[in-house]
């Protein structure tokens, strides 16, 4: 089989089963542009162990205004042409919402969220630059509705840094919190690594997710499985993406 990888990958991600947080579906938002990336990108997914891919484009305001029926259209794009490119991964599709005015309308008029898994998992984020003012209200309101909230990459909210007790906030509130797993190599930056280590030490991180957009996150993924915080991550205790 064609590898992307220059170098022998010498470990995997197999232990996790499936990732739940990525742009790999083609020409929705800064992930894939193309099929071909797309196809690109699930092979890569698939040598590095992954079974089970659930793609999660960015909703978000007129940036990104993707919706089930566009997400749908290139999902079965891509899915059309997994076994001719020699993908075996499972593939399914949810989105990533920004909480924003247009996530609170959708919530409060009740409007189907694009979700995954058993326990109704909806993946959300903030703005890097300051919390959202809607997210408590958006969590209660989607765990009153059957949902399961997500919040995606806490440890990329600088904003949180200087204010940790935030993440146990979150958990008390029944958030579940994902890490991206690029946060761990130093990608964002040294202050996001030790964010994420530390969250991982406190044993607050429920789901890990590639948050992967490009070959270059691949690399970065396959240079993780290299690094002494590879060994944590494939002996933590509280990953949850097999079961979703």
């Given at each position: 089989m064609f590898s992307i990888f220059k170098k022998k990958v010498l470990g995997n991600f197999s232990f996790l089963y499936a990732d739940l947080h990525n742009h790999i579906?083609?020409?929705?938002?800064?992930?894939?542009k193309t099929l071909e990336d797309s196809i690109e990108l699930l092979l890569g997914m698939q040598q590095l162990?992954?079974?089970?891919?659930?793609?999660?484009?960015?909703?978000?305001g007129n940036i990104y205004p993707n919706t089930p029926d566009?997400?749908?259209?290139?999902?079965q794009?891509?899915?059309?042409?997994?076994?001719?490119?020699?993908?075996h991964l499972q593939l399914e599709f949810a989105a990533e919402y920004m909480v924003d005015e247009n996530f609170v309308d959708a919530v409060h008029k009740k409007q189907p969220l694009l979700c995954f898994g058993e326990k109704k998992c909806v993946l959300i984020e903030m703005s890097y630059l300051a919390p959202s003012p809607y997210l408590e209200e958006c969590v209660f309101q989607l765990i009153v509705e059957g949902y399961q909230p997500i919040l995606a990459h806490p440890e990329r909210y600088n904003y949180y840094h200087k204010q940790p007790e935030k993440y146990k906030f979150w958990k008390e509130k029944g958030c579940w919190l994902q890490l991206n797993a690029l946060s761990l190599t130093g990608y964002y930056?040294?202050?996001?690594?030790?964010?994420?280590?530390?969250?991982?030490?406190?044993?607050l991180i429920d789901l890990l997710g590639s948050d992967l957009h490009h070959t270059q996150h691949l690399y970065a993924l396959q240079y993780?499985?290299?690094?002494?915080?590879?060994?944590?991550?494939?002996?933590?205790?509280?990953?949850?993406?097999?079961?979703i």
């Open positions: 579906l083609p020409g929705l938002d800064d992930g894939a162990g992954y079974q089970k891919i659930i793609c999660t484009p960015h909703i978000l566009t997400i749908a259209v290139a999902y794009s891509v899915k059309s042409v997994l076994v001719e490119n020699g993908i930056g040294k202050n996001v690594k030790q964010a994420a280590e530390k969250l991982l030490s406190e044993q993780l499985c290299s690094t002494a915080n590879y060994r944590i991550l494939s002996q933590y205790p509280n990953f949850k993406n097999a079961i």
